[in-house]
Structure formats: structure tokens, C-alpha cells
């Protein structure tokens, strides 16, 4: 079974700039989640969908991150325009029943707003 | 709200010491709780797991015990190897979509 992708797996762009992170969970994964973790911080849960639906968006910072899930396959995170402070590792895990199997997680995105 | 906290790393040990990570949690509720660990350059892996209090979670020589009296999930290894060093992570899930909640990860360093 292939496992969570995520690419790229480093990104380092200007302040001010556009970037596009994507997740593709594993098959038959309905959840998908979006986390952050900022050096040396918690792991900060983003959002949560549910097929292409957004269960939880709660974590979102602001409105310069966006994310889509076309079709309820992968998900993408944009985050424009970016800021110094959104330098962190994006993962992205999905699970199918998270209560009894918990998460799979991706490699991350390393992203450094310089 | 639920919060998770992780003794500070990192954590340097030699080779064949014993191993433990505290790890407390308040949460709302009845939780599951996760250790999760990242090994260099690779992502969050789940090293185990407990649903229910009393319940011991083992995987790769890797033990924790719900104890819901002491709102703890220390996780402990009898002999490390060098192999285990990684960012380990101490991690709940509550509620209908048991989105986790993650403490701030334990760096691991084992030296030969």
C-alpha cells in the first residue's frame, strides 16, 4: 500500500510569494488532515476534510492559506502571500478510522519564507 | 481545551540505557492516546497506541501505559540502540473525528 505523498518535500521562496503544497493520501482514506509545526513547537492541527467537505478549519491562521481537495483525492494547501512566519514543516496525515487506527502521515514540506 | 505535555529534550543517552519520556495530557472526555515518532528525513510514524485507561500500547520494545489517575502515557524502552534516535512524539485524540492534539515532540539522541 502506498503510503501519504507529499511534495515537494522542500520549498524555499521569498516573503511575499505563492506557494503550493500537495497531499495525496492513501486510497480509501476519506479523512485528511493538515498540520504545522513550527521549529521546535507543537504539531498545530490546520484543518480536517472529510472526502472534499472541510469538517474542521479551526486551525487555518489566517485567510492567505487556502485549501482544496478536488474530488475527495488530493489536497492542496496555497499560501499567499507568504509571510516569515509560515516557515515551518506542513504534514499531511489521512486515516480511514482514526479512533482505532490512527493517522498516516506524509514526509512533510519543509517551507522557508526568507 | 486538550493539551499535551512532553518533558523537554533532548533527551542523550548511550547505547543499551533505559528510556523514559513523560508525557501528561488533559482532555475533555475519554482519550485515545498515540506516541508517534520521526525518524530523520522521514515523516510522523505511529509507534503505538491505547484506547482505554489501563490499556498498554508496545511496538519495537516500546511500552506505555494509560493511566487515567495520573492523566499520564510515559513512554519507556528497557535498552536503547542507536537506531531510536528520533523526535518522538506524544500525541491524543478525543471526540467524534478524533483529530489529535500533539505535544511539542521529545528529540532522542542515542550515542554508541
Known amino acids: 500500500e502506498a503510503g501519504v505523498t507529499q511534495f515537494p518535500s522542500h520549498s524555499v521562496i521569498e516573503k511575499g510569494q505563492t506557494v503550493t503544497l500537495r497531499c495525496d493520501p492513501i486510497?480509501?482514506?476519506?479523512?485528511l488532515y493538515w498540520y504545522r509545526r513550527v521549529m521546535g513547537k507543537e504539531i498545530k492541527f490546520l484543518l480536517h476534510?472529510?472526502?472534499?467537505?472541510?469538517?474542521?478549519e479551526s486551525g487555518m491562521p489566517n485567510n492567505r492559506f487556502l485549501a482544496e481537495r478536488t474530488g475527495g483525492t488530493y489536497s492542496t494547501l496555497k499560501v499567499q502571500p507568504a509571510e516569515l512566519e509560515d516557515s515551518g514543516v506542513y504534514f499531511c496525515?489521512?486515516?480511514?478510522?482514526?479512533?482505532?487506527?490512527?493517522?498516516?502521515f506524509g514526509s512533510g514540506t519543509r517551507l522557508t519564507v526568507v | 481545551g486538550d493539551s499535551v505535555t512532553q518533558m523537554e529534550g533532548p533527551v542523550t543517552l548511550s547505547e543499551e540505557a533505559f528510556l523514559t519520556i513523560n508525557c501528561t495530557y488533559t482532555?475533555?472526555?475519554?482519550?485515545?492516546l498515540f506516541w508517534y515518532v520521526q525518524y530523520p528525513g522521514e515523516g510522523l510514524q505511529l509507534l503505538l497506541k491505547?484506547?482505554?485507561?489501563?490499556d498498554k500500547g508496545s511496538n519495537k520494545g516500546f511500552e506505555a501505559t494509560y493511566r487515567k489517575e495520573t492523566t499520564s502515557f510515559h513512554l519507556e524502552k528497557g535498552s536503547v540502540q542507536v537506531s531510536d534516535s528520533a523526535v518522538y512524539f506524544c500525541?491524543?485524540?478525543?471526540?467524534?473525528?478524533?483529530?489529535?492534539?500533539f505535544g511539542r515532540g521529545t528529540s532522542l539522541i542515542v550515542h554508541p
Open positions: 491505547a484506547t482505554k485507561a489501563d
Open positions: 482532555a475533555t472526555g475519554y482519550p485515545s
Open positions: 476534510f472529510v472526502k472534499e467537505s472541510k469538517q474542521d
Open positions: 496525515a489521512s486515516s480511514y478510522r482514526a479512533e482505532a487506527d490512527g493517522y498516516t
Open positions: 500525541a491524543l485524540g478525543t471526540g467524534g473525528s478524533y483529530i489529535p492534539t
Open positions: 486510497s480509501g482514506h476519506d479523512n
